[in-house]
Structures are given as C-alpha cells and as structure tokens.
C-alpha cells in the first residue's frame, strides 16, 4: 500500500491550499483516512480524519477553516485549507487504516508566510 499525498505549497496567510492524498496497490476501503502535521521540533499532531461512511473529526484548531473529504472509490482523501495562518506550516502526512493497520504517506509541506 501506498499512499500519494500532494497540493502543498507555498502561501501567503489568509490564503487557501488544497491537499491531495491517493492510495494505490490496494483494493481495501480504509476505515478511517485524513491528515496529521509535523512542524519542527514539535510532536505530529492530527489534522482532521474522515471514516468511510463519512464521520469527520478536526483538531480544534482548524475546525471551521479546514474541511476534509473523501472518494471512497477512488480511495482519496482531500484536505481544503482555508483561511490559513503561520502555525499551520509543517509537512502534512497523509493517514490510512484498516483493522490494526495504519499506513502513512511521505508528507507534503505547507509553508505559510506572513
């Protein structure tokens, strides 16, 4: 299984950006996908997930500005970020699980500039 992410970029805070993460080498409908986010020297911390049948969750603090979705026939999930600030720069990695499986993709970095 591997997972593609890409749509990360350079932009400037108050702007928008759009994260793509596809899988491929699999037929599975993964129960859960989404978003983590690394900055530099801080732990990785979720982003937003989204289930199968289309339950979301968000971290606190992109909720209302971020919104994750899902083509669960084209096992990929999409992350439209808006509004976006400098805390939000980091290398975002695309997130997969099944069972007890997780699986991650190799991160796209966001860079948000003041």
């Known amino acids: 299984v591997q997972l593609q992410a890409s749509g990360g970029g350079l932009v400037q805070a108050g702007g928008s950006l759009r994260l793509s993460c596809g899988a491929s080498?699999?037929?599975?409908?993964?129960?859960?996908m989404g978003w983590y986010r690394q900055a530099p020297g801080k732990q990785r911390e979720l982003v937003a997930l989204?289930?199968?049948?289309?339950?979301?969750r968000y971290a606190d603090s992109v909720k209302g500005r971020h919104t994750i979705s899902r083509d669960n026939a084209k096992n990929t999930v999409y992350l439209q970020m808006t509004s976006l600030k400098s805390d939000d720069t980091a290398v975002y990695l695309c997130?997969?699980?099944?069972?007890?499986?997780?699986?991650w993709g190799q991160g796209t970095q966001v860079t948000v500039s003041s």
């Open positions: 997130y997969a699980d099944y069972a007890t499986r997780r699986y």
């Open positions: 080498g699999t037929s599975l409908t993964f129960n859960y």
């Open positions: 989204i289930s199968s049948g289309g339950t979301v």
